[in-house]
């Protein structure tokens, strides 16, 4: 594991760095929502300089389905962009990380960096591992993409207003409440549908909570935001 930094702010001040992790095809760490079983990354810039803010970016992670359990992960190597909002001094970037990585079996790891950014050195190499990684954090879905967004006893119903939007891929993950923790999408028979059953979180307050869903299609993953409607009685 290790930080890099493209070096280079955009005419906001924001300067994209990267959390590095070099694992095995085999191992994995885990998204911002890790599921059933994963460790959740904490990240502590406590001691840093030149930053007056930060914003971890998050790639689209695989459903993962392997163990038995519900996951979101990343394999392999696996670039986590982090932005960062200058305020106009010298940055002196100090990050510590407690995350899980896992193959057989899951372990938490800490581990703490160091990196000073020098934009008047941009580095070209680093900035193009950061923007292969942005390129699957997903942007801005079109609202009319998804419909309603409705509770049932088991979960939600999520309504596909788009052809292109691949069902499988649909995630739900809490905002208001982030013990919400919905499953894999499930098929259903109207399939204008996806189905996400309720993992954790106390099903009589999901109506009301707001949600993020994410999704794929054949341009890149997107996401919307969703407040949880109730179902018909």
């Known amino acids: 594991m290790r930080l890099i930094s493209a070096d280079q702010p955009d005419s906001n001040g924001r300067i994209l760095a990267g959390l590095e992790i070099d694992m095995p095809p085999s191992f994995k760490t885990y998204w911002r929502v890790p599921g059933e079983t994963g460790i959740p990354i904490t990240l502590d810039l406590t001691g840093s300089t030149g930053i007056a803010g930060h914003q971890m970016l998050w790639p689209y992670p695989k459903i993962d389905l392997s163990q ?17 909002t200058a305020d106009g001094q010298p940055i002196d970037l100090k990050l510590s990380a407690i995350m899980g990585i896992c193959s057989d079996i899951c372990v938490p790891v800490q581990a703490s960096f160091r990196l000073v950014i020098d934009p008047s050195k941009p580095d070209t190499g680093q900035g193009l591992r950061i923007a292969q990684a942005l390129a699957n954090v997903p942007l801005p879905g079109d609202e009319a993409a998804i419909g309603e967004v409705v509770a049932t006893p088991d979960g939600l119903t999520v309504a596909l207003n788009s052809a292109e939007i691949d069902p499988a891929s649909v995630i739900a ?6 013990t919400l923790l919905f499953g894999a999408p499930q098929k259903s028979p109207d399939k204008s549908l996806v189905l996400l059953p309720l993992l954790g979180g106390d099903e009589t307050q999901v109506v009301g909570q707001t949600i993020e869903i994410t999704y794929m299609t054949p341009s890149g993953p997107y996401v919307v935001v969703r407040k ?3 179902g018909s009685t």
């Open 68 to 84: 038995g359990f519900v996951d979101f992960v990343y394999y392999g190597p696996t670039v986590l962009p982090l932005e960062l």
């Open 173 to 178: 993950a809490g905002l208001d409440d982030t």
């Open 228 to 230: 949880i409607a109730a």
